[in-house]
Structures are given as C-alpha cells and as structure tokens.
C-alpha cells in the first residue's frame, strides 16, 4: 500500500483563531449565536453539547480563523491529542474551533469520511504518540501533524471502505440502542 504526508496532499488546515480577537473567560456563554467548540465537546467521535459555550454574533464576525464549515473534520491538537469529529447535517452551525484543535477542510483527493476513519484508526493514534510534544501538556503541533502519513487509496477504493465501516458503525449504533 502506499502512503502520502499529509504536506504532501491538497488538505488545508486550519488553527483556531489565537490573535486579540481570541476570546476571553467573560465572553463566553451558556446560550449565544456561534458554538466554540473545546476539547470537551469531543469524545469517542461525537460531539457532546452538555459542557458547551457560545460567543457573540460580533464576537465570531471579528475572529480571524477557526470557522467550521460542512463537511469539516475537527481534530484536537492540545491537551487530550486526536479526538475527531466530521461535520454533518447534524451539527450546529455557525461554530468555531478554540486554539486547541485544528480544521481538516474538504479536498477531492480524500473521501471525508474516508479521513475521518483514518483519524480514529490505530495506526494514526501510534503516529501521533510518536509525534506528540509537551510533557505538562501533550501537543501536536501543526508542522508535525502534516508529516502523518495516510493511506493513499483511489476514490473508488475509499469509497468501499466507507461503506464497509460505516455498515458496521450504523450496527453498533443500532445494538447499543437496544442494549
């Protein structure tokens, strides 16, 4: 199988926001217009609401990076490393990413949702163990995020593997509801 750095693919990410328009403790909210996502809005792939805050419509009209669109994975960087979530139907827009994770935006070289599954997978986990900087608090760095290596499947190819994980992540779901 090959593989590809992800410096070497079209990927863009995206830091969150860290200039002097960041918010502060005081501007964020329990209810608002904009969700800024922090590291405890994502575990086990979901995205959890139960500790979430919001900032201003002006406040996400003057920040800089850090907005979440479509189809967006979100990948925590800072703290607890390699928590991803995809962006669907679902989730709540307009939202913004804090300084501890980073944007994965759409690319045609990628099924989304073929990365999204290659961002849960061991084999991501043991590269980003091995890259992880900061000892009181465990890092990853943009630079060294990009020199993850991804499998480099065909579309078609990525698409079957979508489906194949995606038929058994759909019976899961379905046993733990009846469980």
Known sequence: M?????????????????????????????????LFLNNKNIADSKLSLKEAVYITKEKHSILNAGNITFEDIILTTRGTLGNVIIVDKKFP??????????????????LQNYLYYFFQSQSFKNQIKALQSGVAQPQLPIKDLQSVSIPLNKIETQQHIVNTIGTIDDLIENISILC
Not at 8 to 28: A, C, H, M, S, V
Not at 102 to 108: D, F, M, R
């Open 2 to 34: 090959n593989y590809i750095k992800i410096k070497d693919t079209k990927i863009r990410i995206e830091d969150g926001d860290r200039g002097k328009n960041y918010p502060t403790p005081n501007e964020l909210n329990k209810t608002g217009y904009c």
């Open 93 to 110: 827009l307009p939202a913004r990413i804090n300084s501890g994770m980073v944007i994965l935006h759409k690319t045609k070289e990628f």
